[in-house]
């Protein structure tokens, strides 16, 4: 008798397979697939998912530590970046890259300048804009934490030969224009 654990465990891993979820193809073709082949791609498709669960957990425990909300610690890791590229960072080049309005990043920015995570300073060739950096003790712990998950990450990536990275290139860009795919039939509906 399973216990009730492991018939959860089941229903998850059943969830990406479309002889349970979609028996009669209406959405997924499998025409061509052995059983074997769907296996071995519900495998590839519970790995994603087991990835971003692992994701997600490591993000909220990095958010967590530093008592950020998830955009707080998109801006910062935009602001070690930029000092990384030797770049200055302005509100507007914030706000943009975390497609938020100008007034949100105000609240943002002040939000992490009374968490001493960053410096305002005026703009050193533009009397109009101001200059954000990161603070060193908030440079310092954000490389403790999410930058010692990037670098685990990258040695797995690492791991990989040449052949198997471009794999994983292909099979993630297409993951990546399946969202575009979707905005482009809603478009036309």
Same mark, same amino acid.
């Given at each position: 008798?399973?216990?009730?654990?492991?018939?959860?465990?089941?229903?998850?891993?059943?969830?990406?397979?479309?002889?349970?979820?979609?028996?009669?193809?209406?959405?997924v073709n499998?025409?061509?697939?052995?059983?074997?082949?769907?296996?071995?791609?519900?495998?590839?498709?519970?790995?994603?998912? @087991?990835?971003?669960?692992?994701?997600?957990?490591?993000?909220?425990?990095?958010?967590?530590?530093?008592?950020?909300? /998830?955009?707080?610690?998109?801006?910062?890791?935009?602001?070690?970046?930029?000092?990384?590229?030797?770049?200055?960072?302005?509100?507007?080049?914030?706000?943009?890259?975390? @497609?938020?309005?100008?007034?949100?990043?105000?609240?943002?920015?002040?939000?992490?300048?009374?968490?001493?995570?960053i410096v305002?300073? /005026?703009?050193?060739?533009?009397?109009?804009?101001?200059?954000?950096?990161?603070?060193?003790?908030?440079?310092?712990?954000?490389?403790?934490?999410? @930058?010692?998950?990037?670098?685990?990450?990258?040695?797995?990536?690492?791991?990989?030969?040449?052949?198997e990275r471009?794999?994983?290139?292909?099979?993630?860009?297409?993951?990546?224009?399946?969202?575009?795919?979707?905005?482009?039939?809603?478009?036309?509906?």
């Amino acid at each position: 008798m399973a216990t009730e654990r492991e018939g959860r465990h089941d229903i998850a891993a059943a969830m990406h397979d479309p002889r349970i979820s979609d028996h009669d193809e209406e959405l997924v073709n499998r025409s061509g697939l052995d059983d074997e082949q769907v296996d071995q791609i519900v495998r590839v498709m519970q790995s994603l998912r @087991g990835w971003h669960e692992a994701e997600r957990r490591m993000s909220e425990a990095s958010s967590r530590y530093m008592k950020l909300n /998830p955009t707080d610690m998109r801006a910062l890791r935009f602001l070690i970046a930029a000092r990384n590229q030797g770049e200055i960072a302005t509100p507007g080049a914030i706000s943009e890259y975390l @497609g938020i309005s100008s007034a949100s990043t105000t609240k943002l920015l002040d939000r992490l300048e009374r968490g001493g995570h960053i410096v305002r300073a /005026p703009h050193p060739s533009d009397r109009r804009a101001l200059a954000i950096s990161v603070t060193d003790d908030t440079r310092i712990v954000a490389r403790e934490s999410v @930058g010692r998950l990037h670098a685990r990450r990258f040695d797995a990536a690492a791991a990989l030969t040449p052949d198997e990275r471009e794999v994983v290139i292909r099979f993630l860009d297409a993951l990546s224009a399946t969202e575009q795919d979707q905005a482009t039939e809603q478009d036309h509906e």
